[in-house]
């Protein structure tokens, strides 16, 4: 196909899209038809849908707008659809700008041993200089989330997507090694804590906290074994 006919084919497709548009009260959004009346999302962009939706639900409020009054009242509409998608896009981005923020402040506050419900009083002091900085963010700050309890949830979340990625990674492992090291909790608890250093084709090495195994009972070496080999069945090592 000539350079000259896919430029008249995007044409003819820009033209017909503008008269469905027109037509149907519908926009375009991300490869998806949405009605730009009641915001829904057409699911199977075909005229036949889209005609479908707009009889049934709007035919009877806009089939008396024709000519000039019809594109203006197109125009208006897209201009307000845009609108309020850029107004749920920049809510969606602080929402996932706070829990970010969120998970950051419990990552430190977990690598420095400090309590959980330290992230309140953090987030007090945030709040503060906020408010001497930049008092017009002060509702971004509100809206980072750290209670005892989120801290403790994004902590839990953090160690396991962490393990998650490291029992990824051991499955290409070539070759690995296996250090214990026995500890004891501040509940009298022992603890035996198991590293993992392995290596893959590419000669990638790998050396982390694989896991921690609560040793309930006596803590002899057939005892220490029998936690070792279960931890070892649960990663999925070879």
Known sequence: MSSSSKKRKIADEKRLFQEKSEKYF??????????????????VPKEYNVRRHYETLHREQYAGLSGKLREEKVHHLKASFTKQRNFFARINTASEDSVKASFVVSEMIAKASRPFTEGQFVKECMLKACEIICPEKKKL???????????????TESATNVQQQLIAAAKDFVAYSIALDE?????DTAYCAVFIRGVDENLNIVEELLDLLPMKGTTTGRDVFQELEASIERCGLP
């Open 183 to 187: 500890s004891t909790g501040v509940t």
């Open 141 to 155: 700050f509100e809206g980072i989330s750290l209670s005892a309890n989120t801290v403790a949830s994004r902590i």
């Open 26 to 43: 519908v926009t375009q959004v991300g490869g998806k038809l949405s009605c730009m009346i009641c915001l829904q999302c057409i699911s």
